[in-house]
Nanobody, 121 residues
Framework: QVQLVESGGGLVQAGGSLRLSCAAE????????MGWYRQAPGKQREMVAS???????NYEDSVKGRFTISRDNAKNTVYLQMDSLKSEDTAVYFC???????????????WGPGTQVTVSS
């Protein structure tokens, strides 16, 4: 079974920085797309950033220029560097990975349990 292990959330003042990490563990054959969603209280979950195996990236408009996503394919790990944080970035951040396993050779989405990011103004 594939598991996503997240780390790096916490409390930070507005204007500060945090770095999230997410490692995919288990019988992984390969991972196509990896990235992060977030969900603030009372709001729908939204995509924050994603990165394909070859390096192409996508960002939600409000984080462009402030957040940077990267990945280490050898470690099945994705990172999210968050700079110039704003109070509206406060949310639970969920890691995802579109992965194939040795036993099931079709891509499916796996999700982490979520990590809280709180930005105080």
């Amino acid at each position: 079974q594939v598991q996503l292990v997240e780390s790096g959330g916490g409390l930070v003042q507005a204007g500060g920085s945090l770095r999230l990490s997410c490692a995919a563990e288990g019988p992984i054959f390969d991972i196509n797309d990896m990235g992060w969603y977030r969900q603030a209280p009372g709001k729908q979950r939204e995509m924050v950033a994603s990165i394909f195996r070859e390096g192409a990236t996508n960002y939600e408009d409000s984080v462009k220029g402030r957040f940077t996503i990267s990945r280490d394919n050898a470690k099945n790990t994705v990172y999210l560097q968050m700079d110039s944080l704003k109070s509206e970035d406060t949310a639970v951040y969920f890691c995802f990975a579109d992965a194939r396993t040795v036993a099931f050779m079709s891509y499916r989405a796996y999700w982490g349990p979520g990590t809280q990011v709180t930005v105080s103004s």
